[in-house]
């Protein structure tokens, strides 16, 4: 049994929690991919992403996440036309969520708007995509995701597919479409953030 985890954006607006957290069922990173960056510089809030262009994630299922306040400001984007769908509060601009669509059950919560992820919770954050980081692969980060963790997300989205664990989902409404419809960047707006 694992714990259960505050979430907010920055303001408070957007209100929610991650339910059965635990080392078993969620992974723990930081990701310095170009994405990443993009989203955060495209929010334009501060804090989002470390000194080297690290954004910390939590990952889990979306049954384990639910927002109980605040849903009006739930908004989307995508980087490109088929890119991950990624979330934030449209009140001050944290960034919620990443995820690929309502069949894949998979959400990534960046740290940003988890209130306290204790250790022992959500496991120690390895770098991954390192090779995109801001000055170089930081020291300890890995260029890729380490198979260690590849298999270990392997295994979580097969057991919550099979648990039917993608349902509900605080990002998707009954019928599987985001919640809001979705901002795509141009490859203008998208270079810009680059």
């Known amino acids: 049994m694992g714990v259960e985890l505050e979430l907010r954006c920055r303001c408070g607006a957007l ?50 996440v639910r927002w109980t306040d605040g849903l009006d400001q739930l908004r989307f984007v995508r980087l490109a036309p088929k890119g991950l769908l990624r979330s934030y509060s449209t009140c001050c601009r944290t960034p919620v969520g990443n995820m690929v669509s309502a069949k894949v059950p998979f959400v990534g919560v960046p740290r940003v708007a988890i209130v306290d992820a204790p250790v022992e919770a959500v ?45 509900p989902s605080a990002y998707f409404d009954e019928q599987g479409a985001p919640r809001s419809t979705p901002t795509v960047l141009t490859p203008d707006e998208r270079a810009r953030v680059s």
């Open 15 to 64: 209100r929610g929690t991650m339910s059965d957290v635990s080392t078993s069922n969620s992974n723990h990173a930081v990701c310095y991919c170009a994405d990443c960056q993009a989203f955060a510089r495209w929010l334009g809030s501060p804090g989002i992403m470390d000194e080297r262009g690290g954004t910390e994630i939590v990952q889990v299922s979306p049954s384990q």
């Open 123 to 167: 496991g120690p954050a390895p770098g991954v995509r390192g090779g995109s980081a801001i000055g170089g692969t930081p020291p300890g980060a890995f260029t890729s995701a380490p198979l260690g963790m590849i298999a270990h997300s392997i295994r979580m989205m097969l057991r919550w597919w099979i648990r039917g664990m993608g349902r």
